[in-house]
């Protein structure tokens, strides 16, 4: 007996490792469905818990799924109430330049409301934990992407409500949380589940175009190196701090030798130029011309001018050989006595947006891919090929830019999308393949009704009047046609300044053709039948344009109906409306079999280009707010575009440009429009 006692209990043993695995999954039945999940949760919650049990009744329920959508909605918006209007200047304080709750009721509603719905989020979190188990296990939390996705974002989210001092970076984990929103949708889960599918062919992409632009890159600083570092000077030569413009300036020459603007057998390395040692000297620009120049032994599209009575020369900050000309932190008696640093004297001449802030060159390798890629995005690519060909031969920078902006811009881009377009074509096969087979299911539930629907079919069909043989025969769609195109041509001859016989005649012209339309409407849906009719789609689109003309001739009717009326009236209803007649021509699809295939494919795309916008309209919101928490309040700039800190005293009397990141309005213009980028550098 102890030797079968001690084999069943052997064997129960057994059972229960056996049970504990997911071959032996619990099965609870719940919402009229069947959820399989681990036998235990975390080691502890058994599939007889009652707290597991409640906690798989709250996760499966569409209501808490409802719930948890509209938090994660809320939490997306509340996240951009942050007003950085009101933050901590004292440098001291371990919240330096972070949003201040007291005096603002949006940075109150924003942090309250995103620690109550991190909360919410870490609470929803433990109940899928306990229902479907951590990691081991059947259904488990963590074997879904998306969870983990979800588990992420919740860690993150704690994180940043750590007090830290300069926790940027932390903080910045929170704008992460509308990344949530992607796992709501289920048919935005698969345009997502395409695009990574995807990623390792774009990976190899981005790879190949990167490798592209390191060697157009490193090209560029063979051919480009420092040779827009120049702009027209007031004086030949730099000359001392005390100098201003009226002065002779033979008397404040700064070094009494050359400029060595070009490489000379007489200074043949970088130690034997005079500029080897930087000066406490400047060199005046002209600010009326602040285009990079060429030197007069050199060829370029740009010389300075030379003429009396206001003479100018072409200069660097830099000799030829790369040494800076000038040194220290001084005030300059031409600008008033104004404080410059040695990095903003340096700068001088170049920090403008015509110069692009000295960024857009091929002065080292991470600038010239900077000014690489800047131009294969195709923002002002032209304006940097302009300002190299001024100081360069004019053909080398145009061969040079054009070629890989070809290159980077079109087969780039065309390639990433090839990539993308295959990708949706295996989801989109994949999808119809799984559909195809539920169709094979449903196969004999058609047959069943096929004679029935044949029969019902024929009755419709016998009891078509001669009205509809008349509506739908091709002579009647041949006059529709034309009504359509002259509609077109008498919207089109619209112009201003326009006689009042040319407008009361188009607008007779425009009532006629309402008219004819609203009977051909009329005529259709007594032919039809009101539920026939708007069974189709280009009926139910013609009865909204119909309608709207008759909307419009009830709020600005045509002159020859009333007598006396406002004259800008019919003015207004017209150009109110117009757009909506001209939609119109769409009806000729419905003749022109081509324009409808293609009308049809469009319209079957628009659920995928839909999720699309979705996705970028997301991405430039979650970029906005981590740009808001980085760079508020860092756009600001004196009279000569040096940038203010937070703590300098004139920091309120700064100058602001549009493109800033201080509200998320235009934090998230500046991702949206196709503004000039060099603003924000």
């Excluded at 999808?431 to 094979?440: G, P, R």
């Excluded at 096929?450 to 029969?455: A, M």
Aim: charged share 15%; net charge positive.
């Amino acid at each position: 007996m102890d030797r079968v006692s001690s084999g069943s209990r052997r064997i129960s043993r057994i059972f229960l490792k056996f049970c504990n695995s997911k071959k032996c999954p619990s099965v609870y039945r719940i919402w009229g469905k069947e959820h399989k999940f681990g036998n235990t949760s975390l080691y502890i919650f058994s599939s007889t818990s009652v707290l597991r049990y409640w906690c798989v009744w709250c996760i499966t329920s569409k209501w808490f799924h409802r719930f948890i959508i509209a938090a994660i909605v809320s939490n997306t918006v509340v996240l951009g109430f942050i007003d950085y209007s009101h933050v901590e200047k004292n440098p001291a304080s371990r919240n330096y330049g972070n949003p201040m709750n007291h005096g603002s009721w949006r940075n109150t509603v924003s942090s309250q409301g995103n620690k109550a719905l991190t909360i919410l989020f870490t609470i929803e979190m433990g109940f899928k934990i306990i229902a479907m188990g951590l990691f081991w296990g059947e259904g488990a939390f963590l074997k879904d992407s998306w969870n983990v996705m979800d588990f992420v974002l919740v860690l993150l989210s704690l994180t940043a409500l750590l007090p830290t001092k300069n926790g940027s970076i932390c903080r910045a984990f929170r704008f992460l949380c509308p990344l949530r929103n992607l796992s709501s949708l289920p048919g935005l889960r698969k345009f997502i589940s395409s695009i990574l599918k995807a990623l390792p062919e774009i990976g190899t992409v981005i790879f190949l175009l990167s490798f592209v632009f390191l060697i157009f890159s490193v090209l560029g600083l063979s051919l480009f190196l420092g040779s827009v570092d120049t702009c027209c000077r007031l004086t030949p030569f730099p000359v001392t701090t005390d100098w201003n413009i009226g002065f002779n300036y033979t008397e404040y020459r700064c070094l009494d030798a050359p400029n060595v603007d070009l490489p000379s057998v007489d200074f043949p390395t970088q130690s034997s130029s005079p500029w080897h040692t930087p000066q406490e000297c400047y060199w005046p620009t002209d600010d009326n011309n602040q285009r990079p120049c060429a030197f007069p032994e050199q060829p370029g599209n740009h010389q300075c001018y030379q003429n009396e009575p206001y003479p100018t020369w072409c200069g660097s900050n830099w000799d030829a050989y790369g040494n800076p000309r000038f040194k220290g932190e001084t005030t300059l008696a031409m600008y008033g006595n104004y404080y410059f640093s040695e990095e903003h004297l340096m700068a001088w001449g170049t920090f403008n947006s015509n110069m692009d802030y000295g960024y857009a060159t091929f002065n080292d390798i991470f600038r010239s891919y900077v000014t690489v890629f800047e131009s294969v995005t195709l923002e002002n690519w032209s304006w940097i090929m302009y300002k190299h060909r001024d100081t360069n031969p004019p053909e080398l920078p145009a061969v040079f830019f054009i070629l890989f902006t070809m290159l980077g811009a079109h087969l780039g881009l065309n390639l990433i999308l090839a990539v993308l377009e295959k990708a949706f074509v295996h989801s989109k096969v994949a999808d119809f393949a799984q559909s195809e087979k539920q169709l094979v299911s449903q196969h004999l539930f058609l047959e069943y009704f096929k004679h029935s629907i044949c029969e019902t079919h024929i009755a419709v069909v016998q009891k078509k009047t001669i009205l509809y043989r008349i509506i739908s025969g091709k002579h009647f769609n041949a006059v529709i046609t034309y009504v359509i195109f002259l509609n077109t041509v008498i919207l089109a001859l619209d112009h201003y300044p326009s006689t009042s016989f040319f407008v009361a005649n188009c607008n007779k012209a425009n009532f006629a053709c309402s008219l004819f339309f609203a009977f051909d409407m009329f005529f259709k849906i007594a032919a039809l039948g009101i539920r026939e009719y708007c069974s189709s789609k280009f009926n139910l689109f013609d009865s909204f344009i119909v309608l709207m003309s008759i909307v419009e001739l009830c709020i600005a009717p045509p002159a020859f109906i009333v007598i006396k009326q406002n004259r800008n009236s019919s003015k207004k209803g017209l150009s109110a409306f117009r757009f909506l007649r001209l939609l119109r021509i769409f009806k000729l699809a419905k003749q022109w079999k081509t324009m409808l295939k293609l009308i049809d494919k469009m319209t079957n795309t628009l659920s995928d280009l839909g999720y699309l916008m979705l996705v970028l309209g997301l991405f430039v919101y979650i970029c906005s707010l981590i740009g808001m928490e980085f760079f508020a309040n860092k756009i600001r700039f004196d009279n000569f575009g040096f940038r203010i800190p937070l703590q300098d005293p004139n920091w309120s009397d700064g100058w602001v440009p549009r493109a800033n990141y201080d509200t998320i309005t235009w934090a998230f213009f500046q991702y949206i429009q196709h503004h000039d980028c060099r603003k924000l550098e």
